[in-house]
């Protein structure tokens, strides 16, 4: 049974909103899933995830008897080789960025699989955290990114409001043939 109190805060709206996409009952990865907000929704809507972090133990406690949820520990920006698998329905990134694992990301989406990425952005420093432009995307490249490779079903960048104000940049993209992924 998942623990719906796992997560410390709602699903991304934008998270929500693109994961009509993915194939009913499909596989997913959350990438950088913290305590597992993203992880709880996907588990609630059915599908069988792998959820990544530094940091498991309160991944652990909330779906570690969950038989549809792997929990992988890992430090994503040690350099070495992805070891996180293939095949993926989908991807959900949400609040981190290494560009380093982008053309990995890629390659580990299933045909049809959809990337689904949210992150702050230049210009976020007049709201807060984060300020090192390392940690903050440049206008347009989650599109320049992932566009040339994936069919880019919705993007977005710019001042938000909710769920506090920020900079953030936004996408979904599918790998291969959007037709082959229903809209719902």
């Known amino acids: 049974m998942v623990n719906i109190h796992a997560r410390s805060a709602p699903p991304s ?5 693109h994961l009509p996409l993915v194939k009913p009952g499909g596989m997913v990865l ?10 709880a929704h996907l588990l609630e809507l059915g599908f069988h995830v792998t959820a990544t972090d ?19 520990a890992m430090d994503l920006e040690t350099g070495a080789p992805w070891r996180l698998g293939g095949g993926f329905d989908a991807i959900v990134v949400s609040l981190y960025l290494h560009r380093p694992l982008f053309s990995d990301l890629i390659a580990a989406l299933a045909p049809g699989g959809v990337l689904i990425y949210e992150t702050f952005m230049r210009g976020n420093e007049r ?6 432009p390392d940690f903050l995307l440049r206008p347009n490249e989650l599109f320049d990114s ?14 938000v409001e909710t769920p506090k104000p920020a900079m953030m940049q936004r996408i979904a993209a599918v790998k291969g043939e959007t037709a082959r992924v229903p809209l719902r």
């Not at 709206?13 to 909103?17: E, G, L, S």
């Not at 530094?54 to 992988?72: D, H, K, M, N, Q």
């Open 13 to 17: 709206a934008w998270v929500k909103r």
């Open 30 to 39: 959350d990438l950088a899933a913290g305590e597992g907000r993203h992880t």
């Open 54 to 72: 530094r940091e498991t133990e309160a991944l652990a406690a909330s779906f570690g008897a969950e038989p549809r949820c792997r929990i992988v």
């Open 127 to 132: 709201f807060g955290r984060p300020t090192n």
């Open 146 to 159: 992932f566009g040339a490779v994936l069919s880019v079903i919705a993007f977005e960048q710019g001042e």
